[in-house]
């Protein structure tokens, strides 16, 4: 199994909140690994240092997953409210609560993963600033331009 | 005390919005208190002109929670316009996947969002009133929850062989048949899903009774319930006719879903996008009637497995044969319904016909119109499509679980306001428990889309004339 897990998460359909999809696809390609066609098919949890994985949204079971590596970068799209167009954070678990949905915070998933598993794997968000939001594949061009920020930061911290 | 608006309003989600305002009297007590939805935004008009066999795979997109359900409604949908009844192998197959959105739903709904108020308290403090209080608490029950979500979701991978945007059901049936190597992995978890259950079970009637006081004055509502049924009106979640019963639990209609514009009008507030579904004999608001766990089970006169029924009779001695009528019931009902979905798994996973590979039929019959409903998580789920004779849809209509319990939400935050505020200081215990009345009935909220970012929660007062006079906020992811 690979030491570094990269968990982006959104939704493709709707333009920019699926930009994690498309820097997933853009490391995928960058690190010599099968490029999905689109986001339902997976990307090969075989890479020989990287794993990539994509979800419309965190969902608890991935601690499990999480556990057994010793790195973990997540991947996602922002709206205004965060300041940074490029968003780098290191993580630390840590519970968010969110009332009345069944999202998780990459924060909380962490702390699944702490307290359940007693795993602590280093931990980063990348997020992208998202600026359309409409019925579509494609990105705008702002965030394009950031996507590909947000692939040559990954890979420096890949190393 | 001057007159006060109390607004608490999440704002994070692009689509997929809701708020409380709570209208204040000047002796301190709430005059009334409401509850504002806005989702689906123009997605039926946006169906217009697709092809029907499109639809069981655009319409998993309008929600990251519960996309099963709107597959299968759509696919059950499509099978009627197209006039392409699916071989019974396929209908197993589809069941079976959508008792695992139902285990997977429910079991992150109790564990993970409902359980910190009921196995930690709702005046806790919100530090430790989340999972990780629950993980200090009881970590191997935490771990077994985690687990108890993954089977089903696993179930839903075994079967579609996706993870996301499932394309598994099809116009006719289904594109995929189940191998007997994914049979016996779903069957390895069988026994395990069912014990957390059960624990889950235990938990949630140990709290009830220690907690009968907040569960006799909590959101107590008088309604109609409604929910698919079997032929011996046992609960169904998949298929089967509707059953609606009135608040005694005397039978009003049990009809073919096909036809529920005949029984079924919204009503319209000029204060929530979401419209009122209601029966259309009684009117409005005497034909209103709650869906989801509490409302099916109302609805329903047993369960068609062993486990789950011995839990039925307890859920109908509650109210000495009634209807449950107490919100946070909905709680047990959700647990129950599990219960269900795990045996129902089982029998599913034993019938001859579920390796079968006639799993399509091809053969079509054009209709141009149909109507898929099944009972989604939280409650029922209609979808209405018309289209030309090329197959292109001319019209869609989808009623979701959410708005069928619309006028019960919104109820629910009445009454819990109501109760608990009675002129005291606005805590955040309080603010939890009118969370908590509309967590009860696991609303779909959380529509298609996200960002990173902070969710503030706010309470608003306003004086007699709007204007805002104090702020009160936390904020949470």
């Given at each position: 199994?690979?030491?570094?897990i990269?968990?982006?998460?959104?939704?493709?359909?709707?333009?920019?909140?699926?930009?994690?999809?498309?820097?997933?696809a853009?490391?995928?390609?960058?690190?010599?690994?099968?490029?999905?066609?689109?986001?339902?098919?997976?990307?090969?949890?075989?890479?020989?240092n990287t794993?990539?994985?994509?979800?419309?949204?965190?969902?608890?079971?991935?601690?499990?997953?999480?556990?057994?590596?010793?790195?973990?970068?997540?991947?996602?799209?922002?709206?205004?409210?965060?300041?940074?167009d490029?968003?780098?954070?290191?993580?630390?678990?840590?519970?968010?609560?969110?009332?009345?949905?069944?999202?998780?915070?990459?924060?909380?998933?962490?702390?699944?993963?702490?307290?359940?598993?007693?795993?602590r794997?280093?931990?980063?968000?990348v997020?992208?600033r998202?600026?359309?939001?409409g019925?579509?594949?494609?990105?705008?061009?702002?965030t394009?331009?950031?996507?590909?920020?947000?692939?040559?930061?990954?890979?420096?911290?890949?190393? | 005390?001057v007159?006060q608006?109390?607004?608490?309003?999440p704002?994070?989600r692009?689509e997929?919005?809701?708020?409380?305002?709570?209208?204040?009297?000047?002796d301190?007590?709430?005059?009334?208190?409401?509850?504002?939805?806005?989702?689906?935004?123009?997605?039926?008009?946006f169906?217009e002109?697709?092809?029907?066999?499109?639809m069981?795979?655009?319409?998993?997109?309008?929600?990251?929670?519960?996309?099963?359900?709107?597959h299968?409604?759509?696919?059950?949908?499509?099978?009627?316009?197209?006039?392409?009844?699916?071989?019974?192998?396929?209908?197993?197959?589809?069941?079976?996947?959508?008792?695992?959105?139902v285990?997977?739903?429910?079991?992150?709904?109790?564990?993970?969002?409902?359980?910190?108020?009921?196995?930690?308290g709702?005046?806790?403090?919100?530090?430790?009133?989340?999972?990780v209080?629950?993980?200090?608490?009881?970590?191997e029950?935490?771990?077994?929850?985690v687990?108890?979500?993954?089977?089903?979701?696993?179930?839903?991978?075994?079967?579609?062989?996706?993870?996301?945007?499932?394309?598994?059901?099809?116009?006719g049936?289904?594109n995929?048949?189940?191998?007997?190597?994914?049979?016996g992995?779903?069957?390895a978890?069988i026994?395990?899903?069912?014990?957390?259950?059960?624990?889950?079970?235990?938990?949630?009637?140990d709290?009830?009774e220690?907690?009968?006081?907040?569960?006799?004055?909590f959101?107590?509502l008088?309604?109609?319930?409604?929910?698919?049924?079997?032929?011996?009106?046992?609960l169904?979640?998949?298929?089967?006719n509707?059953r609606?019963?009135?608040?005694e639990?005397?039978?009003?209609?049990?009809?073919?879903?096909?036809?529920?514009?005949?029984?079924?009008?919204?009503?319209?507030?000029p204060?929530s996008?979401?419209?009122?579904?209601?029966?259309?004999?009684?009117?409005w608001?005497?034909?209103v009637y709650r869906?989801?766990?509490?409302?099916?089970?109302?609805a329903?006169?047993?369960?068609?497995?062993p486990?789950?029924?011995?839990?039925?009779?307890?859920?109908k001695?509650?109210?000495?044969?009634?209807?449950?009528?107490?919100?946070?019931?909905?709680?047990l009902?959700?647990?129950?319904?599990?219960?269900?979905?795990?045996?129902?798994?089982?029998?599913l996973?034993d019938?001859?016909?579920?390796?079968?590979?006639?799993?399509?039929n091809?053969?079509?019959?054009?209709?141009?119109?149909g109507v898929?409903?099944?009972?989604?998580?939280?409650?029922?789920?209609f979808h209405h499509?018309?289209?030309?004779?090329?197959?292109?849809?001319?019209?869609?209509?989808?009623?979701?679980?959410?708005?069928?319990?619309?006028?019960?939400?919104?109820?629910?935050v009445?009454?819990?306001?109501?109760?608990?505020?009675?002129?005291?200081?606005?805590t955040?215990?309080?603010?939890?428990r009118?969370?908590?009345?509309i967590?009860?009935?696991?609303?779909?909220l959380?529509?298609?889309?996200?960002?990173v970012?902070q969710?503030?929660?706010?309470?608003?007062?306003?004086?007699?004339?709007?204007?805002?006079?104090?702020?009160?906020?936390r904020n949470?992811?």
């Open positions: 199994m690979a030491a570094t990269i968990i982006g998460y959104g939704n493709p359909d709707r333009q920019d909140d699926g930009a994690a999809w498309h820097i997933l853009g490391l995928a390609k960058r690190l010599g690994q099968k490029v999905p066609r689109w986001p339902e098919e997976v990307f090969d949890l075989s890479g020989e794993d990539l994985l994509f979800t419309l949204q965190l969902t608890p079971e991935l601690a499990d997953t999480i556990s057994h590596y010793e790195r973990v970068c997540f991947v996602d799209a922002h709206t205004g409210s965060v300041p940074q490029l968003n780098i954070t290191a993580l630390q678990p840590h519970f968010q609560t969110s009332p009345f949905t069944h999202h998780m915070t990459p924060e909380t998933c962490l702390m699944l993963v702490d307290s359940i598993y007693h795993a794997p280093a931990s980063l968000l997020s992208v998202g600026y359309q939001f019925f579509s594949h494609d990105l705008s061009e702002k394009q331009v950031l996507v590909n920020q947000a692939i040559e930061t990954i890979l420096a911290w890949l190393g | 005390m007159a608006k109390i607004t608490i309003e704002v994070t692009i997929g919005h809701a708020k409380v305002t709570i209208h204040m009297k000047e301190g007590n709430v005059e009334h208190a409401y509850f504002h939805v806005n989702e689906f935004r123009g997605f039926e008009k169906c002109g697709r092809m029907v066999f499109e069981p795979l655009i319409t998993p997109r309008i929600c990251g929670i519960c996309p099963v359900s709107h299968l409604a759509a696919a059950k949908a499509a099978d009627e316009v197209m006039g392409t009844p699916p071989p019974r192998p396929a209908v197993l197959l589809r069941d079976l996947m959508h008792m695992g959105q285990i997977q739903s429910h079991g992150m709904h109790f564990f993970e969002l409902a359980g910190p108020d009921l196995i930690l709702f005046d806790t403090d919100p530090a430790i009133r989340n999972v209080g629950l993980i200090q608490a009881n970590a029950l935490t771990l077994k929850a687990n108890l979500r993954k089977f089903g979701q696993q179930i839903i991978e075994f079967v579609s062989g996706r993870r996301i945007h499932p394309t598994f059901a099809v116009p049936g289904v995929k048949a189940l191998s007997a190597e994914d049979r992995k779903i069957q978890g026994d395990e899903a069912i014990k957390t259950t059960q624990i889950g079970l235990s938990i949630m009637k709290w009830a220690k907690n009968r006081a907040d569960i006799e004055r959101a107590v008088k309604s109609g319930y409604f929910g698919l049924v079997t032929p011996n009106n046992g169904e979640l998949y298929d089967g509707i609606l019963v009135d608040q639990g005397k039978q009003l209609e049990c009809f073919d879903g096909r036809n529920y514009l005949d029984y079924i009008a919204e009503h319209v507030e204060w996008y979401l419209k009122f579904p209601y029966y259309k004999k009684l009117g608001p005497q034909g869906v989801g766990p509490l409302g099916r089970l109302n329903s006169d047993r369960i068609e497995t486990l789950a029924q011995e839990e039925m009779k307890l859920w001695s509650l109210n000495g044969g009634k209807p449950v009528e107490n919100t946070l019931y909905y709680h009902a959700r647990l129950i319904e599990t219960l269900f979905a795990i045996e129902r798994v089982a029998a996973l019938d001859p016909d579920i390796l079968s590979t006639d799993i399509l091809t053969r079509t019959d054009f209709k141009g119109e898929g409903v099944i009972e989604a998580p939280r409650g029922t789920l499509y018309w289209a030309n004779d090329k197959g292109q849809l001319t019209r869609v209509n989808l009623i979701v679980a959410t708005g069928h319990n619309n006028w019960a939400m919104s109820e629910a009445d009454s819990v306001a109501k109760t608990y505020i009675n002129g005291k200081p606005v955040e215990g309080l603010l939890n009118v969370e908590a009345a967590r009860a009935h696991d609303p779909c959380s529509c298609s889309t996200h960002a970012g969710m503030p929660l706010e309470i608003e007062f306003y004086d007699p004339q709007g204007s805002l006079i104090r702020t009160l906020s949470i992811a």
